[in-house]
């Protein structure tokens, strides 16, 4: 039972730049992490950007490769901020396979990230939940419809 990992950049992928001071993509992290059973998930990069950033094109995109990955399993690594809306669109456009969201509130360079932890915790519940698109974070899992992120305390809760 395969599972493809989609990835998209939010915080999970950051990286910190010390000339220029900010955090900045370069490239997904994803196969750093899973070293070295990341053969055993094909990961494909969809674009690396902040989920605020996102629009609805780029949502488009990330419904249509769900909807076209020969994979029935998918991990979606998506920023936070705007996450339930993603799984939205992906929910509208795909209703015969497994959508897992997970993401990150550290960037996985940063000491005390929760990234993979995030991820193996998505993997795990990508090939053991039924059809419906989810989001994964911290050791939990919820319906997309039914959550929502808790800036306060940043975390995802049930609404």
């Not at 955090?23 to 992290?29: I, P, Q, R």
């Amino acid at each position: 039972m395969s599972v493809r990992i989609l990835a998209t950049g939010g915080t999970f992928d950051k990286r910190y730049d010390p000339i220029a001071g900010s955090l900045t993509f370069t490239e997904t992290a994803i196969d750093q992490l899973l070293a070295p059973p990341q053969a055993a998930y094909p990961v494909e990069q969809l674009m690396q950007i902040d989920s605020l950033e996102m629009t609805d094109e780029h949502r488009r995109q990330l419904g249509n490769a769900c909807r076209h990955a020969d994979e029935r399993r998918l991990v979606v690594v998506h920023g936070t901020d705007t996450m339930v809306e993603s799984a939205a669109t992906i929910a509208a456009m795909v209703t015969d396979k497994t959508v897992v969201l997970t993401g990150a509130m550290v960037p996985h360079s940063v000491i005390g990230s929760d990234a993979a932890f995030n991820l193996g915790f998505a993997l795990a519940a990508a090939r053991c939940l039924p059809s419906g698109v989810w989001i994964a974070m911290h050791g939990e899992l919820h319906d997309w419809r039914q959550v929502h992120k808790n800036r306060a305390i940043g975390r995802f809760q049930a609404s």
